[in-house]
T-cell receptor, first 114, second 111 residues
């Protein structure tokens, strides 16, 4: 398995533009998590899905952020409009139903909003 | 914030020495996990300890858990330069799939 796949790996955009981050979880995993990592705030859970259903989005900072999981193999995190303070590394992670509760992280998307 | 706290924030040791990192958390938990993050990479799971366990070993890793104090420690024995990374604890909030990560410890192992 290729692991969790995220795209793009790097994104540079200007303030006000729409940004879409993509994630493909590990096949067979039924939980998906979006995190944001910054030096100031550390690793923050934004939202997680279970069986494609959003369970907890209390970490989503503002209405400018939205996430979808239309099927078990794809999720998006959208920021519209983007602001400089959204600059961070965004990670997607997935977790399977069996075995230990470990999460498998993707390589992350480094977002820079100018 | 529910975020856990880890100390020290940064640790620098010589190769071959042991490294100890501590984690404190705030909520009731099902289990506690430790992850490693190499620079510019995603986190990688190291070890999990359940709330009814007190100690667990995996290779050069030893984890302890004290639920009465809401704290855990990670010991890396005989450290290597390749252990240089940030280490995070993560707690699974009881009754949910929600993971809360600590602030992390940056470990540097000098060759």
């Amino acid at each position: 398995d290729a692991g969790v796949i995220q795209s793009p790996r790097h994104e540079v955009t200007e303030m006000g533009q729409e940004v879409t981050l993509r994630c493909k979880p590990i096949s067979g995993h039924n939980s998906l998590f979006w995190y944001r990592q910054t030096m100031m705030r550390g690793l923050e859970l934004l939202i997680y899905f279970n069986n494609n259903v959003p369970i907890d989005d209390s970490g989503m900072p503002e209405d400018r952020f939205s996430a979808k999981m239309p099927n078990a193999s794809f999720s998006t995190l959208k920021i519209q409009p983007s602001e400089p303070r959204d600059s961070a590394v965004y990670f997607c992670a997935s977790r399977g139903l069996r075995g230990v509760n470990e999460q498998f992280f993707g390589p992350g998307t480094r977002l820079t909003v100018l | 914030s529910q975020q856990g706290e880890e100390d020290p924030q940064a640790l620098s040791i010589q190769e071959g020495e042991n490294a100890t990192m501590n984690c404190s958390y705030k909520t009731s938990i099902n289990n506690l996990q430790w992850y490693r993050q190499n620079s510019g990479r995603g986190l990688v799971h190291l070890i999990l300890i359940r709330s009814n366990e007190r100690e667990k070993h995996s290779g050069r890793l030893r984890v302890t858990l004290d639920t009465s104090k809401k704290s855990s420690s990670l010991l890396i024995t005989a450290s290597r330069a390749a252990d240089t990374a940030s280490y995070f604890c993560a707690t699974l909030v009881g009754g949910t799939y929600k993971y809360i990560f600590g602030t992390g410890t940056r470990l540097k192992v000098l060759a």
